[in-house]
């Protein structure tokens, strides 16, 4: 068997994968595709091995460790989108974009700064304008 078959079939199953992770929008679509790609990764690795006739196998064993790694990252995945799922309601990774934002307005002085706090309570509100109008 030619070399060529599976690395093409590898090179559509990455890009497949690849345009999942990139273009969908909820978080288990996305681990799905991660596993899409792992496994593009994995039948290059076994034909490889078998192209290269390798003594050791060693194609075959990394695949082996791979396969292990994927299942304990979907494990673990899934475990955190199902906690995020359950605080917010919903596994749109771009809500969760919104957890990562803090308005810098809001924050409090160090005791350090001798800042004015009259101005910063004027510029709260303001900034709280700014966030809103940015999230609409």
């Not at 075959?60 to 673990?76: H, K, S, V, Y």
């Not at 771009?94 to 308005?103: F, G, I, M, S, V």
């Not at 810098?104 to 304008?129: H, V």
């Amino acid at each position: 068997m030619h070399l060529a078959y599976p690395a093409v079939l590898a090179v559509l199953l990455f890009c497949t994968g690849l345009y999942g992770v990139l273009a969908r929008r909820n978080a288990i679509l996305v681990l799905m595709s991660v596993e899409l790609m792992l496994n593009a990764v994995n039948l290059n690795l076994v034909a490889f091995d078998v192209w290269l006739r390798d003594a050791l196998h060693g194609g075959q064993a990394l695949t082996l460790f791979t396969i292990a790694i994927a299942a304990a990252e979907i494990g673990i995945g899934l475990a955190i989108v199902l906690a995020v799922y359950r605080n917010r309601g919903s596994s749109d990774i771009d809500r969760l974009r919104d957890t990562a934002e803090t308005d810098d307005a809001e924050t409090l002085p160090d005791d350090d700064d001798a800042r004015d706090t009259t101005a910063d309570q004027a510029t709260a509100p303001a900034g709280k304008a700014k966030k809103a109008e940015a999230t609409a």
